[in-house]
C-alpha cells in the first residue's frame, strides 16, 4: 500500500505497466488474425503501456529527453556526464509523481530474437545509471519492458517445434536476466533487480512462431518500492 496520502501504490503501477504490454500483444494477435507484436511498430507496444498507466495516479509522458528528465528528478552527477549516461537519448516512457517530477523511467524493445547483449547494453546502462546518479534523485525504480519471440523452423513438427521454441525464450529471458543482475553489481550503489515474465504464446500459424512478454525492473536497495511476487497475466 501507498505510505502517503493520495500516492499510488508502486507494486500497482508495476502491475500496470506488465498489464499494457501484455494486451498490446494480445490485440495485435486479435486485430491481425493472428500475427505477433514484433510485426508492429515499438510504439505500439509503447502505447499499450501508457494507456494501462493512465488508470495510475500521475501524468506518463512519451519520448521524454533523458538529460532534461534527469535535471528535473535531481539525478545528476558532479562535472560532466559521462557517455554511458546517454544524455542525448531518450526515454521511451517516463510516469511522474503527483508533483509532477519523474518516478519512473521505462524503456521498451519490440521484437526480441536472439541474444546480441548489444541490444540491452545501452538500455541497462542508461536505466540503472538513472538510478544511481544522486541519492536525492525522485526517480523510485525503472523498467525495461520486452517482447521476445521464437520461430518454428520445421514446421510440419509443431509439436515439437512448441516446445523448442519455448525453450529458447526461457533461455533467452534468462539470459536478460543474468546481464541485468551484472549491471547491478557493478553500480558503486546497491540496486534491486527483479525479472517477470508472462508464459508462452504459441500463434495458430506456423510462420508466427511463439512469445512471450518480459519486464525487469531496477531500484535503489536503500528505498526500494514494494515489488510485487508475481504479476497477473491478464
Known amino acids: 500500500m501507498s505510505s502517503k496520502k493520495g500516492m499510488e501504490a508502486a507494486d500497482r503501477i508495476i502491475s500496470q505497466i506488465f ?3 501484455l494486451r498490446s500483444a494480445k490485440v495485435f494477435d486479435r486485430a491481425t488474425g493472428g500475427c505477433r507484436l514484433s510485426d508492429a511498430s515499438e510504439h505500439f507496444l509503447t502505447g499499450g503501456i501508457f494507456e494501462a498507466l493512465s488508470k495510475c495516479k500521475g501524468a506518463t509522458h512519451l519520448e521524454v529527453p533523458v538529460a532534461a528528465c534527469r535535471e528535473e528528478a535531481g539525478a545528476i552527477r558532479c562535472g560532466k556526464p559521462s557517455k554511458r549516461d546517454r544524455m542525448q537519448g531518450r526515454y521511451d516512457l517516463v510516469h511522474y509523481w503527483a508533483n509532477e ?4 523511467a521505462i524503456e521498451v524493445k519490440n521484437g526480441v530474437r536472439v541474444m546480441n547483449t548489444a541490444l540491452f547494453r545501452g538500455d541497462f546502462e542508461r536505466l540503472t545509471r538513472t538510478l544511481t546518479a544522486s541519492t536525492d534523485s ?7 519492458v520486452f517482447f521476445a519471440t521464437a520461430d518454428y523452423k520445421q514446421k510440419s513438427l509443431l509439436s515439437a517445434e512448441k516446445k523448442l521454441a519455448k525453450e529458447k525464450l526461457e533461455v533467452l529471458t534468462s539470459r536478460i536476466n543474468d546481464l541485468a543482475s551484472e549491471f547491478v553489481q557493478s553500480r558503486s550503489r546497491p540496486l534491486l533487480r527483479r525479472t517477470y515474465t508472462s508464459k508462452t504464446f504459441y500463434s495458430q500459424f506456423p510462420d508466427e512462431g511463439a512469445w512471450k512478454i518480459g519486464m ?3 531500484a535503489d536497495a536503500r528505498a526500494a518500492p514494494s515489488f510485487p511476487k508475481k504479476l497477473i497475466e491478464g
Open 216 to 218: 525487469v525492473l531496477f
Open 138 to 144: 525522485s526517480y523510485q525504480f525503472c523498467a525495461f
Open 19 to 21: 498489464a499494457g504490454a
Open 101 to 104: 517530477r519523474p518516478r519512473v
